[in-house]
């Protein structure tokens, strides 16, 4: 199954492009999630400090954390297509 992630922000961007994920697990989603975002909360600072992906497939969302502080968040949806 495919799932789409919506990105609401991360770091100082709204602008982040959705990402097409194959997890089936929320572990599984939170790995893919971490890294497409790791090069851009990387490039914000530096170092950008732990980073940690929260997901909840059951409520379709996530956060993102780095450094202890809040860095983004985002809604996952199953891809209508299949």
Known sequence: M???????????SSQVPPLEVTG?????VAG???AYVRPLLCAMCDPPGP?????D?????????????PAGYF?????PRE
Do not use: H, K, P, W
Request: charged letters at 20%; proline letters at 0%; aromatic letters at 2%.
């Open 57 to 69: 497939l059951a409520l379709g969302a996530g956060t993102i954390r780095a450094g202890g502080q």
């Open 75 to 79: 809604t996952i949806r199953e891809d």
């Open 51 to 55: 980073i940690v992906v929260q997901v």
């Open 24 to 28: 089936t697990t929320n572990q599984d």
């Open 32 to 34: 893919e999630v971490m």
């Open 2 to 12: 495919t799932r789409r992630v919506v990105f609401a922000a991360v770091g100082s």
